[in-house]
């Protein structure tokens, strides 16, 4: 197991490197610049940033010169936001985003979980059916739309809750349910249709003609196996929600490591740009590890190789 993770985390920074080039070289073939499109500023005051920033240098240089500092933890000054580092910016954004994320995963899992479950045990009722097309609806309706109904229905027309900021707990309601909304329809069809499997094994059947009741065969043999393909999406879905919904963070005005992120491709600002994707890259290949680790934890069968 030792070995398997090592092999990871050596294949995990291969990755990183490959993702930081292609957004650095993709990010600097897009015409204009970042100081291009700021108002009342010469020529001559645009080719003296530049300067500053190291800018005017040749491309490879530029690339050379940061992939050096990133690989020593300097991801260098933000180019609209003076006198801020890159650092101080994402480690000051993402606590938000992170406390978002991490409510909208729990929701998601306390909802999915049971929903999928009670779908598969109540297989072609009317339950079944209701549970499929609340599912349904949430993966084919996307995020902005359910912030945009939730902000009308529930802020602007019932007036019943905030619909900006994180100032209080009432204001986690309407971005947790935006974004655990869709984590918690995909959750409740991979349950239901792993659930519907491991209900059919043999192994379900021999622990019922042993004695055991039903409900101590579906908790202690049935779940914990068809829990597996949700632990499976668990490491791609914490990285996501973690760092907040884009769209989320955007609409709900929301200060964190997301909207910082969109904020920054629009403004060009390059570094700020890079700092960020190298961070959700990390982020998300380390929860990947973690994943495959309780993977083996859950069932010991599983062999990582």
């Known amino acids: 197991m030792a070995k398997y993770i090592i092999k990871r985390i050596i294949l995990g920074v291969v990755t990183i490197f490959l993702v930081a080039t292609i957004t650095f070289f993709l990010m600097n073939l897009v015409p204009g610049g970042p100081f291009v499109a700021e108002k009342s500023i010469s020529i001559q005051a645009q080719e003296a940033l530049n300067e500053k920033f190291g800018l005017d240098k040749p491309l490879l240089v530029q690339y050379k010169n940061y992939m050096m500092g990133a690989i020593k933890g ?50 072609g009722k009317w339950i079944d059916q209701l549970i499929i097309v609340i599912a349904t609806c949430g993966i084919a309706f996307p995020s902005f739309i359910i912030c945009t109904v939730g902000m009308y229905i529930l802020g602007v027309h019932l007036k019943l809750l ?7 707990p009432v204001h986690y309601i309407l971005p947790v349910f935006a974004l655990s909304f869709y984590p ?99 982020l998300l290949i380390t929860m990947n590890v973690l994943v495959d680790i ?12």
């Open 74 to 123: 300097d991801f260098s000054l933000s180019l609209k936001q003076r006198g801020r580092t890159v650092s101080d910016i994402i480690f000051s954004k993402f606590p938000v985003s992170a406390r978002l994320g991490g409510i909208s995963v729990l929701v998601a899992l306390l909802i999915g979980i049971p929903l999928g479950s009670t779908a598969a045990l109540n297989r």
């Open 294 to 305: 309780v993977y083996k934890i859950i069932d010991p069968r599983i062999q990582l190789k």
């Open 162 to 168: 905030p619909t900006f900021g994180l100032t209080s």
């Open 184 to 282: 918690t329809a995909y959750i409740t069809r991979l349950m239901r249709a792993s659930m519907l499997d491991v209900i059919g094994q043999d192994y379900m059947r021999t622990a019922r003609a042993k004695g055991l009741s039903w409900y101590s065969c579906l908790f202690k043999h049935g779940l914990r196996n068809a829990i597996l393909p949700v632990v499976t999406y668990l490491g791609p879905l914490l990285a996501y929600t973690l760092t907040g919904s884009f769209v989320v963070e955007k609409i709900f005005v929301i200060p964190g490591l997301g909207g910082q992120f969109v904020s920054s491709i629009v403004t060009r600002d390059y570094t700020v740009i890079m700092g960020t994707t190298i961070f959700l890259a990390t």
